[in-house]
């Protein structure tokens, strides 16, 4: 008899000890789920990529350490440039002080090479009164990239601006005439002169002109640092300030500017940072 209650001493003490538990369990209450702060997609997190995202109105948004822009709704928007990565730090703090630190992986991509030959050697190595109006260009186009306006048209979805054969992409290394130049940073479309070119998205044009490597040339704010371009074009239908919709006619393709042969060159920016419009276009049918 002794026996047997030393040997259901230890199951009463564990059992006692279950019930205590248990009772601690019961007793304990689980606070509410916090919600994320970011909402952020796997898409476009990739050298060359645009990537959407929403905050709670009224946050805070900084892309290693850079500031974000961000819409009434909470919606911003962030781009990778040809070689961006490994990672990038994005950061949002709420209004109300709370913060949320996302660490994002960057894809990295392969690029072509791509040999161009018979380009009239005064666009592959200009003389010094070319250099002097490309330099003054470039300063016009440098604050076009500055625009960071509050449009809400950079998430509402593009459009092909003409349907044709793709005849170079985006990150490809260019040799002109043999001579190494820097990376090729848009979508070309292989299309006749005349073709018409529709806006890829809505927006203002911020620049309509004749620009000496890319020859007549548009480039529209869609909102937010995000701003695309039309060049080589044979006639351009708009002017400086007007307001464009999405899939509006407002240019006809040519070859004006340094190329080989009629087509669109369809650029895109977030600011500073040239993208790949590609990804953000429809499949082809």
Same mark, same amino acid.
């Given at each position: 008899?002794?026996?047997?209650?030393?040997?259901?001493?230890p199951?009463?003490?564990?059992?006692g000890c279950?019930?205590?538990?248990a009772?601690?369990? =019961?007793?304990?209450?689980?606070?509410?789920?916090?919600?994320?702060?970011?909402?952020?997609?796997? =898409?476009?997190?990739?050298?060359?990529?645009?990537?959407l995202?929403?905050?709670?109105?009224g946050?805070?948004?900084?892309?290693?350490?850079r500031a974000?822009?961000?819409?009434?709704?909470g919606q911003?928007?962030i781009g990778f440039?040809?070689?961006a990565?490994?990672?990038?730090?994005l950061v949002?703090?709420?209004?109300?002080?709370r913060?949320e630190?996302?660490?994002?992986?960057?894809?990295?991509r392969d690029w072509?090479?791509?040999?161009?030959t018979g380009?009239?050697q005064?666009?592959?190595s200009?003389n010094?009164?070319?250099l002097a109006?490309?330099k003054?260009e470039?300063?016009r186009?440098a604050a076009?990239r500055?625009i960071?306006?509050?449009?809400?048209?950079?998430? =509402?979805?593009?459009?092909?601006p003409?349907r044709g054969r793709?005849?170079?992409?985006y990150g490809?290394?260019?040799?002109?005439?043999?001579e190494?130049?820097?990376?090729h940073l848009?979508?070309?479309?292989?299309?006749p002169?005349?073709?018409?070119?529709h806006a890829m998205g809505a927006?203002?044009?911020v620049l309509?002109e004749d620009?000496?490597?890319t020859g007549?040339?548009?480039?529209?704010?869609h909102?937010?640092?995000?701003v695309?371009l039309?060049?080589?074009?044979s006639v351009? =239908?708009?002017?400086?300030?007007?307001?464009?919709?999405?899939?509006?006619?407002?240019?006809?393709?040519g070859a004006?500017g340094?190329v080989t042969?009629p087509h669109?060159?369809?650029g895109?920016n977030?600011?500073t940072?040239a993208?790949d419009p590609?990804p953000?276009l429809?499949p082809q049918?």
């Open positions: 008899m002794r026996r047997r209650l030393i040997l259901a001493a199951a009463l003490l564990l059992a279950e019930g205590a538990e009772q601690r369990s =019961e007793g304990r209450t689980t606070g509410p789920t916090v919600p994320r702060l970011l909402t952020l997609g796997d =898409e476009g997190l990739t050298q060359g990529g645009m990537a995202g929403k905050v709670p109105p946050s805070r948004v900084t892309l290693d350490s974000v822009s961000v819409a009434p709704d911003f928007v440039g040809r070689d990565g490994p990672s990038a730090r949002a703090i709420a209004p109300d002080g913060q630190i996302r660490e994002l992986a960057i894809q990295k072509d090479i791509q040999r161009l380009l009239p005064a666009m592959v200009p010094p009164q070319q109006r490309i003054a470039r300063e186009i076009v500055k960071d306006s509050a449009l809400p048209h950079f998430a =509402e979805g593009f459009v092909w003409a793709i005849s170079g992409v490809s290394q260019r040799i002109l005439n043999g190494a130049r820097a990376p848009g979508l070309d479309i292989a299309v002169t005349g073709t018409p070119c927006g203002r044009v309509a620009l000496y490597f007549n040339t548009i480039l529209l704010d909102g937010h640092g995000v695309s039309y060049a080589h074009l351009l =239908e708009v002017a400086n300030g007007a307001t464009i919709a999405r899939g509006q006619r407002i240019a006809q393709t004006t340094r042969g669109l060159h369809l895109m977030w600011l940072t993208l590609h953000l429809p049918g």
